[in-house]
């Protein structure tokens, strides 16, 4: 069975300019995250989305970031524009249920981030 | 709101036991969850509690209290392959989202 797919792997840009990242769940997951990694520190939470709908926003800086899942399956993460502080790890996870009662998050290997 | 603590860095040599501790505050509890990440991976699940005591799986055993707000990862038999961050995490009060320390970065030497 596949696994979160992300992409690009890596990418580099120089401030102000955009950056999309992509991401595929786990086949059958409804629910995906996007969660944001510094060096050093956890992965923290930036958008939740049950199926096509962003059910959990609040930490999603909406002044440049934007997301979106139209089809509630791939979803697409876009910074505009990019600043020096973006550089990070952007993980997208997915999970099967709405609830983490019992399952998991499963993550994907992430897109780094560097804003020159 | 959610606060975890974990410590920052632990050294340990292959063949022994270690213990990485995490402490949390939640305004609501759904859960803890350990997971491990290589540098430049993705976070793999480890293991799951929700009710009081020892969960074991091989040589990864994981505690929880929920009424000390304590809980801890034990790594027995470490290997090279361990030296690894260790993230601790809690589910926020609706138990839709993990909330996640800083993490444990485990060195492990010969």
């Known amino acids: 069975e596949a696994g979160v797919v992300q992409s690009p792997r890596y990418k580099i840009i120089e401030k102000k300019q955009p950056v999309a990242f992509w991401c595929n769940p786990i086949?059958?997951?409804?629910?995906l995250y996007w969660y944001l990694q510094n060096l050093g520190q956890g992965p923290e939470l930036l958008i939740r989305?049950?199926?096509?709908?962003?059910?959990?926003d609040s930490q999603l800086p909406k002044d440049r970031f934007s997301a979106e899942r139209l089809k509630g399956v791939d979803s697409t993460l876009k910074i505009q524009p990019a600043e020096l502080g973006d550089s990070a790890v952007y993980l997208c996870?997915?999970?099967?249920?709405?609830?983490?009662?019992?399952?998991?998050?499963?993550f994907g290997e992430g897109s780094r981030l560097t804003v020159l | 709101g959610q606060n975890i603590d974990q410590p920052t860095e632990m050294t340990a040599t292959e063949g022994a036991i270690v213990q990485i501790n995490c402490t949390y505050q939640?305004?609501?509890?759904?859960?803890l969850f350990w997971y491990q990440q290589h540098a430049g991976e993705a976070p793999t699940f480890l293991s799951y509690?929700?009710?009081?005591g020892l969960e074991e799986k091989g040589r990864f055993s994981s505690f929880l209290s929920r009424s000390k707000g304590y809980s801890y990862l034990l790594l027995k038999e470490l290997q090279m392959k361990d030296s690894a961050s260790y993230l601790c995490?809690?589910?926020?009060?609706?138990?839709?989202?993990?909330?996640f320390g800083k993490g444990t970065t485990l060195s492990v030497s010969s």
């Open positions: 989305y049950e199926n096509e709908e962003a059910v959990d």
């Open positions: 509690n929700v009710l009081d």
């Open positions: 939640t305004s609501g509890f759904n859960g």
């Open positions: 996870a997915s999970s099967l249920g709405g609830t983490l009662n019992t399952g998991e998050l499963f």
């Open positions: 995490a809690v589910s926020n009060q609706a138990g839709t989202a993990l909330i």
């Open positions: 086949s059958g997951h409804n629910t």
